[in-house]
């Protein structure tokens, strides 16, 4: 597979609780769907997503993107409200990680912007499903 950058652009911890901040004291949208946060990772690379349905989202990235070493993580969690969600747990995965390397994507031609490098620690897919938990349980109480 190509190679992967580590190097990219991460918002500053300003920009990332203004938004945090904003999106929080807003009404949840009545666009916002019920939704699986799903997670997988492509080497160094995490990626959080949402679907209503994990399956056919599996074959989606199979078909569109087929990086080989996709490693899908096995849990996902389910939310009434998969967008603010994900957008929220993307804000919080920016702040935590390394950088969010932004490249085009050899196998599909695409940027991806959503992938995260965390660094080399082992504990990355627990420290993932934490954020996501977190995110999921803030986004029902507030
Ligand atoms: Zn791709």
Not at 68 to 78: A, D, K, L, N
Request: net charge positive; glycine share 4%; proline share 5%.
């Amino acid at each position: 597979m190509a190679r992967m950058p580590k190097r990219g652009p991460r918002r500053s911890e300003n920009v990332l609780t203004r938004l945090w901040n904003r999106t929080a004291a807003k009404a949840v949208s009545r666009v916002d769907r019920p939704g699986w946060i799903y997670v997988f990772r492509e080497r160094d690379l995490w990626k959080v997503g949402r679907t209503n349905n994990r399956s056919r989202r599996v074959r989606e990235w199979r078909r569109v993107c087929p990086v080989r070493e996709r490693q899908w993580v096995p849990q996902s969690v389910w939310t009434p409200f998969a967008n603010r969600t994900e957008f929220l747990i993307h804000l919080a995965i920016e702040r935590v990680c390394v950088s969010r390397p932004r490249f085009r994507c050899h196998e599909c031609g695409k940027v991806h912007r959503e992938k995260f490098y965390l660094g080399d620690d082992l504990g990355n897919a627990e420290l993932i499903l934490l954020i996501i938990q977190n995110v999921v349980d803030f986004v029902l109480t507030n």
